[in-house]
């Protein structure tokens, strides 16, 4: 799909298969767009008189053109009341036309009249058109035999703009399709089945990216990770006949190598809770466990295009999670990169032990903070549901930056607490410490797990275990990964560009 940004010009002459334009609530069709309520005959003002539009947010009402107008359809999307409108309020009511007009014909053109209003500015009204017109278009054809595209790709948006300085709006699409290329490829990784996506492929898949956009990349095999003591990604992988690997990929936007942010992602590309083998219910979902891994692919990806100065070093390990004659047990007391022992309560809290060693390592390349992502705990889609992840710090300042950039971004994120409490909860009587506090809170017990080997760099955990992955489809989200934390991660390593 196409966005392109062209000056407003009289919008009834305008060729298109699909005309849409915006109406906030309370306002007066008549006076806002008197040429095409005057080339309907003031039918448009009718519908209104009517309350068939009413403006109200996210309403779509279709009126075929009839030769009334070039358009052959006009759509008028309610942006609801002025007062209450900022990106989230954009974005949906644009999704909630998007969906409307995404599966409806091959090759269409659809033309947009971006309103004007002092709550938005043009280049973000113009990023809200553009990530919502790229999320709902996606699709994820998977391995049939017959490909059968739920819905047509649109040819070209074109959004029409009254703003004199146009520049304004390119830079708003521009950083929009960033964000939604890597949104999108990060929702095409989990959605991948196990057997397509290996850890092999998962970690061909980060390279990839590094290499399109001129990153450093370095691959870490087996034989590395035993060099460097990586005991926790060698664990979770020894059950499985597939070779485990951590890559790091350095994107670098300033003149020297400092002030890096350390972006750590769990890549488990299956996992059957090993010997703590999980319910055979549900089980398939289980693909996505290397939901963070995806997103902060997903941000490289956004990254590559949008070119912030700013210095990166993105950390993956990438295993897959297997009972077999070789897999580690419960009992197990383990050696992690860091030094720290860690007795296994269970296999399944596995996610945990890749992460340490990722934060290690990152933390030895001289990373001046961390953020890692990971669907890590069943405790926090109890918690928190599937509409907002969860976030968990040692550094308020750095929390605070992280929650501005999911407000940026338009996702939903929440801060639990990590008093010392639940960090005695991990204590062992026979290593440093246990994979595993007990059920109650094991949402927090798993981050602050994770604060142990974090030390003090400044940290934020995010845990996308509910966030990651959908079983119901909306109108910018078919059902499947979601890309969660993508746009907040760019927005985040964006907002410290210098």
């Given amino acids: 799909m196409k966005v392109a940004v062209e000056k407003r010009i009289q919008l009834v002459n ?32 009718g519908l209104q008189q009517d309350k068939e539009v009413t403006g109200e947010a996210k309403e779509i009402t279709v009126v075929h053109g009839m030769s009334n107008v070039a358009a052959k359809k006009l759509l008028i999307v309610g942006m609801g009341e002025p007062g209450k409108f900022d990106f989230v309020a954009a974005r949906n009511a644009w999704g909630r036309a998007a969906k409307t007009v995404v599966g409806k014909g091959k090759g269409k053109t659809v033309v947009i009249d971006l309103p004007t209003t002092e709550h938005l500015s043009a280049d973000r009204l113009a990023q809200a058109v553009t990530e919502a017109f790229g999320l709902a278009e996606y699709n994820y054809e998977g391995y049939r035999q017959k490909p059968k595209r739920e819905s047509d790709p649109i040819a070209t948006v074109q959004i029409l703009s009254a703003d004199a300085d146009a520049s304004l709006v390119q830079a708003g699409v521009a950083r929009g399709s960033a964000l939604v290329s890597g949104t999108n490829l990060a929702r095409t990784l989990v959605n991948e089945p196990a057997n397509y996506l290996t850890p092999r492929a998962l970690k061909d898949a980060m390279v990839e990216v590094a290499e399109r956009y001129g990153m450093t990349v370095e691959v870490m095999e087996k034989a590395k990770l035993e060099e460097l003591g990586m005991g926790g990604v060698l664990s979770v992988a020894q059950g499985s006949e597939l070779e485990p690997y951590v890559v790091a990929v350095k994107y670098q936007g300033r003149d020297t190598w400092d002030d890096v942010i350390g972006l750590i992602g769990k890549g488990v590309t299956f996992d059957t809770g090993g010997i703590s083998i999980k319910p055979v219910a549900g089980m398939e979902d289980m693909k996505s466990d290397m939901g963070g891994a995806a997103s902060m692919i997903g941000a490289l990806e956004a990254l590559g295009q949008i070119k912030p100065k700013v210095n990166v070093l993105a950390v993956v390990g990438t295993v897959e999670n297997m009972p077999s004659g070789t897999a580690f ?5 383990i050696t992690t990169m860091s030094g720290k022992t860690v007795e296994i309560i269970t296999t399944d809290a596995e996610g945990r032990l890749v ?69 005695s909860l991990n204590k062992s009587r026979f290593a440093d410490l246990k994979n595993s506090g007990g059920r109650y809170g094991h949402g927090i017990i798993g981050g602050v797990f994770l604060q142990e080997f974090v030390g003090d760099t400044p940290w934020v955990h995010l845990d996308i275990a509910g966030t990651a992955y959908t079983a119901s489809a909306g109108d910018m989200q078919p059902a499947g990964g979601t890309g969660a934390m993508t746009r907040t991660i760019v927005e985040f390593v964006s907002s410290r560009s210098k």
């Avoid at 005309?19 to 040429?35: A, R």
């Fill in 14 to 45: 305008i060729a298109c298969d699909e005309l849409i334009v915006p109406l906030w609530k309370g306002e007066e069709i008549s006076q806002v767009y008197p040429e095409l309520d005057e080339a309907f005959g003031g039918s448009l003002s």
């Fill in 355 to 423: 992460l340490a060693d990722c934060i290690t390592y990152a933390k030895e390349q001289g990373v001046s903070c961390l953020v890692d992502a990971a669907t890590l705990t069943g405790g926090i889609v109890v918690a928190l549901g599937h509409f907002c992840s969860g976030a968990m710090t040692n550094d308020k300042v750095l929390l605070d930056e992280l929650m501005k950039a999911a407000d940026v971004a338009g996702e939903r994120l929440w801060q639990l607490p990590t008093f010392d409490e639940y960090r």
């Fill in 329 to 333: 047990r419960p009992g197990d007391v």
